[in-house]
């Protein structure tokens, strides 16, 4: 063989691999795609009750990469399911199951998936949700009413049309009361909404209820059962170390390339513990800070494994939290595998989201009943010590890029994507809970927002 026809056939041959290599990536692409708009319209037209239409053209293709246009979606009302691909091609399922929210069928089967629910635990109104209701108060005392009615008119206004905020609710409790609520059009007290990574503080309070039980323990190592061979370094990570984001695993949460560790593991895995557990360690244990959702996911399947029975641990959250604090329209959301995806996938109305926020502000006690252990929220607004001061054990201390220092000390957040956030003020005994779909940087800014809120309080 002649050199210039080596050189071809060398060419040729790495063409072929750039071009399976092109193939590859953008299959995995329309994979998270189609996965995205599946789960997307599911989880809006099953959950939340919204119009299709207005669920595909708003959440799942407004602001969005220009292939999600592409993906053709078709809702099975009968089925309660969502399919979705690209012109046949990369398909994928989401199967709504009452009590569970939505699941993608990645690696089973709908039929499967199906057999696999487990019938919701009844909602019954307990002993401590009868001795706490949380009602409005439009007449409560140390209130500017002008002041907090302008507050709204801002909120769900669109100052910038480059930077749409799309607040769909806002509830402020103060004092244990509703003393300010507004939703936008086609949203209502009743209406779940996904909360993304505001579902890591909901698991921060089923942990603690798991601790409370003497089922769990912080400072316990060798929690997760695929880290227990011999040598495994990552069997010294601690339950603490996993709440305060200080495991020193790898993991990527980068929201601009849809093909990194945080959405590959939400929308292009059936198994999110798993995908997040193997991944291997670069930093000992406790030495290194790192946001992770896949940290969070990880200590869903510790929860699961010290439950040790997958009907008690897919009714846990109703039974252990939601029920006991009258937070009915709540409901996580599990993989294919049967983990709740505790990172990113809850769902619940904005009066249930300050419901939690408001568990919190009175030190995990409700209507008289202890739901969390004595001590357990100071544990939980305890900065990480390699943290530099900003996160706790899944609860944000401060807000990176919302205007710093404007609240009172003491203030911490649960924060998710698209700005959905619940502040908790402990002086000024105040939870304000804003939910919408802001999706391009600063175009909500929270910490501000409930400083003016804080400004109407006389």
């Excluded at 026809?5 to 290599?21: F, K, N, Y």
């Excluded at 189609?34 to 239409?53: M, Y």
């Excluded at 207005?54 to 089925?79: F, K, M, T, W, Y």
């Excluded at 990113?344 to 008289?368: E, I, N, P, T």
């Amino acid at each position: 063989m002649t050199l210039r026809r080596r050189i071809l056939v060398a060419v040729l041959a790495l063409l072929a691999v750039l071009a399976a290599t092109g193939a590859y990536y953008f299959h995995r692409l329309l994979l998270v795609g189609s996965a995205f708009t599946a789960k997307t319209l599911c989880d809006g037209v099953f959950i939340s009750r919204r119009d299709a239409a207005s669920v595909l053209e708003e959440d799942a293709r407004a602001d969005q990469i220009s292939l999600l246009r592409l993906i053709d979606p078709e809702v099975h009302s009968g089925s309660r399911s969502v399919t979705a691909s690209f012109h046949g091609l990369a398909e994928r399922t989401a199967v709504y199951r009452e009590g569970l929210g939505c699941t993608l069928a990645i690696g089973v089967d709908e039929e499967v998936l199906r057999g696999r629910a487990v019938p919701p635990a009844t909602t019954r109104p307990t002993a401590s949700v009868a001795r706490q209701q949380l009602t409005r108060d439009e007449t409560a005392k140390g209130m500017d009413r002008e002041k907090l009615r302008g507050l709204l008119d801002r909120a769900f206004s669109e100052p910038d049309p480059a930077r749409l905020r799309r607040t769909r609710a806002v509830v402020i409790v103060q004092d244990g009361s509703i003393v300010a609520e507004r939703y936008a059009a086609g949203y209502s007290r009743d209406t779940a909404l996904l909360g993304w990574s505001m579902a890591k503080s909901a698991l921060n309070a089923l942990i603690g209820v798991l601790v409370k039980q003497g089922r769990l323990r912080l400072e316990a190592s060798g929690s997760l059962r695929s880290w227990s061979s011999p040598g495994d370094p990552r069997g010294s990570i601690t339950l603490d170390q996993l709440l305060r984001m200080e495991s020193g695993l790898e993991f990527a949460e980068d929201y601009v390339n849809p093909l990194r560790d945080v959405t590959w593991m939400l929308l292009g895995t059936g198994d999110a513990a798993a995908y997040a557990a193997a991944k291997p360690l670069l930093a000992p244990p406790g030495t290194r800070w790192h946001y992770s959702s896949g940290t969070t996911n990880i200590i869903s399947r510790v929860m699961r494994e010290a439950i040790a029975d997958d009907a008690e641990y897919l009714a846990f959250p109703r039974r252990a939290l939601f029920d006991r604090i009258g937070m009915a329209s709540a409901v996580i959301e599990t993989d294919a595998a049967g983990n709740f995806v505790a990172s990113s996938f809850m769902h619940a109305s904005a009066r249930d989201w300050a419901r939690l926020g408001l568990l919190y502000l009175q030190d995990g006690v409700w209507g008289g009943e202890r739901i969390l252990p004595e001590g357990w929220v100071q544990y939980s607004v305890t900065p990480a010590p390699a943290s530099d001061g900003k996160f706790g054990a899944h609860f944000w201390l401060k807000l990176g890029g919302h205007s710093p220092g404007l609240l009172p000390p003491g203030a911490y957040h649960m924060a998710g994507h698209d700005g959905q956030f619940v502040t908790i003020v402990p002086e000024k005994k105040l939870v304000v809970v804003r939910l919408g779909l802001s999706r391009v940087p600063r175009a909500w800014d929270q910490t501000a927002f409930v400083a003016e809120v804080i400004g109407a309080i006389r």
